[in-house]
């Protein structure tokens, strides 16, 4: 279960991260989730060998899976640690690129940029980097000369806005910059919440296995009694 669970944390960071891959360079950013699925499946393995060597009682099975648990459980901490590390960097990952995401809007042929932007929009309800005002400078806003912004700025209660900068109360008044910062920290607070959550459960499991090998360390050897030539 826990290793499930570690894998679905990792694909939800991956497909999440996809639709704001556009808003930072840094493909580095997303090693804590390639390790952490990475742990999950490695994870279960150690849990069907955890399973098997408490069933038969074996010492070196059970010995091996304390060796292995105890390796999961440094590369969980190295994951939250990556994971501050790289929560730190989307801020200064965000600012550096998001005037180039904007600038290379094409609101009459979408690319793979302009659906995020308007994704972006629409999902976090906001317009511009810092406000609605920023696409007047865009190459956009002066190739349609039309004084509006994108239709992805526009409030989802209203059925009627045009995008026109003339009714600014229908368009989103915060800025796209600081949401989408705080959204990319988030999730990577799901990667980090996983490993410590999860590097508990693996203290506890190491914790259990140890308390199994040392009760089969301390049990009598079984010896054979022999009586006349009959075993008792």
Known sequence: AAAGILCYVGAYVFITYDDYDHFFEDVYTLIPAVIIIAVGTLLFIIGLIGCCATIRESRCGLATFVIILLLVFVTEVVVVVLGYIY???????????????????????????????????????????????????????????????????????LSNCTGSLTRPMDLYSEGCEVLVVKKLQEIMMYVIWAALAFAAIQLLGMLCACIVLCRRSRDPAYELLITGGTYA
């Open 87 to 157: 929560r730190a960097k989307v801020e200064d990952e965000v600012d550096h690129s998001i005037q180039n995401v904007y600038n290379g809007y094409n609101g009459t042929n979408p690319d793979a940029a302009s659906r995020a932007i308007d994704y972006v929009q629409r999902q976090l309800r906001c317009c511009g980097i810092h406000n609605y005002s920023d696409w007047v400078n865009t190459v956009w806003f002066k190739q349609t000369k039309n004084n509006s912004v994108p239709l992805s700025c526009c409030k989802a209660a």
